[in-house]
């Protein structure tokens, strides 16, 4: 295989960078499948005492969001909220916001890069010392209403051995989508802009056994 000639960056040549970047373009086309791959790595690597994997989940998060009628930048970010447990676990949520954070709406990627101080409200209070408030420092949010309902509807409820979820290959073509968009465009990351989550109950609902 074809490799460049310095061993420190400062000595490379302008034909050392190109073949770079020649390289680069299949590798981030292989975005999609690595996150697929970490995910899956999830079934066998996760945290001890909770009655599902972390990858179940997160596959009950993003089948949950996609039943809802959600479009896709949610259900890829519900199903990539927690990927960052096993690399990041003091930091899980803003380890997931700076994978998704060039490819999706920015209300999303706001979403999950808070996810882990909203979903305090459900659990702080068993421990001296932690606030079950914390969200309240982010209410002047445009995307504190959203962080609320996604932990309510599309996370702190995400624990069940029985819920029927979609298997991982099942979002395949949902988050090869997002990830072949092109990076920081303002047409997917529409800024400043909170449209919420679908309606809890509404007649855009998915049927459970649905393939659409």
Known sequence: METVSFTEMKHGTKADYEMLEQLEKPYLAGTAKR?????????DESLAGYKVTRLEHSLQSATRAWRDGAEVDWVV????????????????????????????????????????????????????????????????????????DFCER????????????????????????????KAYDEDHLHPGEAMGLPAAEGLNHRPANSTR
Not at 35 to 43: F, G, I, N, V, Y
Not at 155 to 181: A, I
Request: with cysteine; proline share 6%; hydrophobic share 35%.
């Open 35 to 43: 996150l697929m791959r970490e995910l899956a790595s999830q079934a």
């Open 154 to 181: 599309w996370d702190q409820n995400c624990f069940d051995p029985e819920y029927d979820s979609k298997p991982l290959e099942f979002f395949t073509e949902m988050v090869e989508k997002v990830f072949s968009r």
């Open 77 to 148: 970010g519900a199903l990539l909220h927690d990927i960052g447990d096993g690399l990041a676990p003091q930091n899980h949520d803003r380890f997931a916001a700076e994978i998704l954070r060039p490819f999706v709406r920015e209300e999303v990627t706001w979403v999950v890069e808070h996810h882990g101080a909203f979903q305090m409200l459900y659990y702080a209070h068993h421990y001296d010392g932690w606030d079950p408030n914390e969200r309240d420092k982010y209410a002047d949010s445009p995307y504190y209403q959203s962080a609320v």
